[in-house]
């Protein structure tokens, strides 16, 4: 199933305001750094463009369809949604619409990560990602010069992004394998037991989770999470953390592409903060009773699944 995050934007605004009970005047917070605020939205960025690019800047590219035998997309400099390998040659499309996020995995290790053989096997994992052992040392200027021009199977993504841009995405990516944004073994370990890979990390606060919800999304997305359902009707918001907490998890984090969503955590907290948070949200959604499937397509998640570990309700 192809996932397309951007036709319903999770609007989850987790602020510690969300932890005060109810009738009772939130806790004041100093107003962070300009700076601190600056450095939070430039990750963002990065972030959304690295989940898709095209869809959060001003361009027109429309990836070509790997379902059909001609070259019919848009945009590039090719003019037809494709985009070149570091020999100056096409790409062509095999799934990944020239998504880094899918190139890479979503976790940034390549072939050893969860799109990787050992768990979803998707055609088009490269082989190596900014957190594979190969590149633990790369400096940012060899992630600067790969995005740019291409190389080890990545796009060159200089035919379509500015230098600004591009560093932008790539000090996400490392900050990410840094530890400024929270690491993806913070959020979940890979399992070859579990149906998509992942089983999310204990530690998560249900009860704050519940609070952030409450306080911050019930008014878009209903009490009960199913105001609005992703993918053609598949599945609602909850179901959606069940199936792919992994990918929730980092899209609170910096935004939806192409929508009004930006990154949901405050500014100035730490990559262990942020995980925290981060897991009370998906401990909470896993809750099949007070988020159930109620008008979806998908089956949800039955008894004993391992995706949420002991958060399933």
Not at 93 to 102: A, E, I, M, Q, W
Not at 153 to 159: E, F, L
Not at 211 to 219: K, V
Request: aromatic share 8%; glycine share 12%.
């Amino acid at each position: 199933m192809r996932i397309n995050l951007s036709l319903v934007s999770i609007v989850f605004v987790l602020m510690c305001a969300a932890c005060a009970p109810s009738g009772e005047p939130p806790p004041s917070r100093p107003q962070p750094d300009a700076s601190v605020v600056a450095e939070r939205d430039r990750f963002a960025f990065g972030g959304r463009l690295f989940d898709m690019w095209y869809d959060d800047i001003d361009t027109r590219f429309v990836p070509d369809d790997p379902e059909t035998p001609e070259i019919d997309g848009a945009g590039g400099p090719n003019g037809d949604g494709t985009l070149n390998r570091a020999d100056g040659a096409p790409l062509a499309n095999n799934g990944h619409d020239y998504r880094l996020k899918n190139l890479l995995g979503w976790d940034l290790r390549g072939a050893a990560g969860i799109y990787g053989d050992d768990y979803q096997a998707k055609a088009f994992i490269v082989a190596t990602g900014p957190l594979s052992p190969e590149h633990a040392d790369a400096s940012r200027d060899f992630w600067i010069e790969r995005v740019t021009n291409g190389g080890g199977g990545v796009p060159a993504y200089g035919d379509v992004l500015d230098a600004d841009q591009i560093a932008g995405l790539v000090d996400y990516m490392l900050a990410i394998r840094d530890g400024a944004l929270p690491h993806p073994d913070t959020l979940y370990a890979l399992s070859t037991e579990s149906p998509n890979g992942f089983v999310l990390a204990p530690g998560g606060e249900a009860a704050r989770g519940h609070a952030f919800y409450d306080a911050q999304c019930a008014e878009c997305h209903g009490a009960d999470a199913a105001k609005f359902l992703f993918d053609n009707g598949e599945q609602t918001l909850g179901q959606h953390a069940r199936y792919y907490g992994y990918a929730v998890t980092m899209i609170t984090l910096a935004g939806e592409p192409g929508s009004d969503m930006g990154p949901q955590l405050p500014p100035g907290l730490s990559a262990a903060e942020q995980s925290k948070l981060l897991l009370d949200l998906m401990a909470a959604l896993c809750d099949r009773e007070r988020y159930p499937a109620t008008g979806a397509t998908d089956p949800e998640v039955p008894d004993g699944d391992i995706r949420c570990g002991d958060s399933l309700r």
